[in-house]
């Protein structure tokens, strides 16, 4: 989702934000939400029963290890006029983010609108930290700064879900298609190692390791390669969607078709 800066930077946000829409039938009626980039983990899962928890509608709240970023409240609300509102930042040092005129038709739309716009301010503070300098630490390891090795993927993981980060991941799978089929090697390299990365940041259910080699190993036919890549890309949303009962037959031709590949102990 496209966030415009009314008051703010995008290249700099504050790591809060009053994130604001139009609705498409009246553009005087104003809906809002408050993002907040939250500076400590938690998860929410400790406070809440596992039962109320599962149902909780936004990404962000259903990954457990992922509680960093939340709109409050959780769904678009009817706002003062756009003057208020535009004050109460200014008075507040919010950033004010327009995110458009949208048509809705009911309160699901409007959790998702905020969710989604919340999802997006996150990304625009987490590629901000890439660029903070180096904080020391006040026990250096031996062998350098373990913050020398920080890298947008490490940020992303600590503000994005685990579904954002499948996400971006089924994205770089493209990537590095388009790469080779332009002879660009060096972009392989460049999108390969951001995938590793990221995958290192993901749990090990989701296989994205595995993601990875298959997308990038020689000798792969490009078929195979190709279907193998979107199985695990469907298993790992199958995880997230705790859509259980689809997985093994996922997996059943996962061993087929890795088997029939060259050097396989099962291929022909």
């Known amino acids: ?100 005129t949208i048509f809705i038709s009911d309160d699901s739309q409007r959790m998702t609108y905020a969710a989604e716009a919340c999802q997006s301010y996150a990304q625009l503070f987490a590629a901000y930290m890439q660029r903070w300098p180096p904080v020391p630490s006040e026990t250096p390891a031996a062998g350098g700064n373990p913050l020398d090795d920080l890298s947008v993927e490490d940020v992303l993981a600590g503000v994005l879900s685990e579904r954002d980060r499948l996400a971006d991941l089924a994205r770089m799978v493209g990537q590095i298609r388009y790469a080779r089929d332009g002879h660009d090697q060096r972009q392989v390299d460049e999108v390969t190692q951001s995938m590793r990365r990221l995958a290192r940041t993901l749990p090990e259910k989701y296989r994205a390791n595995q993601l990875v080699d298959v997308v990038t190993r020689a000798g792969a036919s490009d078929a195979t390669s190709s279907r193998l890549a979107e199985l695990y890309i469907q298993r790992a949303y199958k995880l997230v969607d705790e859509e259980y009962a689809d997985i093994p037959a996922i997996d059943s031709e996962i061993r087929t078709l890795e088997q029939s590949e060259p050097g396989s102990s099962g291929g022909d």
């Open 1 to 100: 989702m496209q966030l415009s800066f009314d008051l703010g930077d995008s290249q700099a946000p504050r790591g809060h934000a009053i994130v604001y829409a139009r609705a498409g039938d009246n553009r005087n009626h104003i809906l809002a939400t408050y993002c907040v980039v939250l500076p400590i983990q938690f998860s929410i899962g400790k406070f809440l029963p596992p039962m109320l928890a599962n149902q909780l509608p936004m990404e962000g709240m259903q990954d457990p290890e992922a509680m960093s970023v939340v709109p409050i409240p959780p769904i678009l609300e009817d706002a003062p006029d756009f003057a208020q509102l535009q004050a109460v930042a200014e008075r507040r040092g919010d950033d004010l983010c327009d995110i458009g």
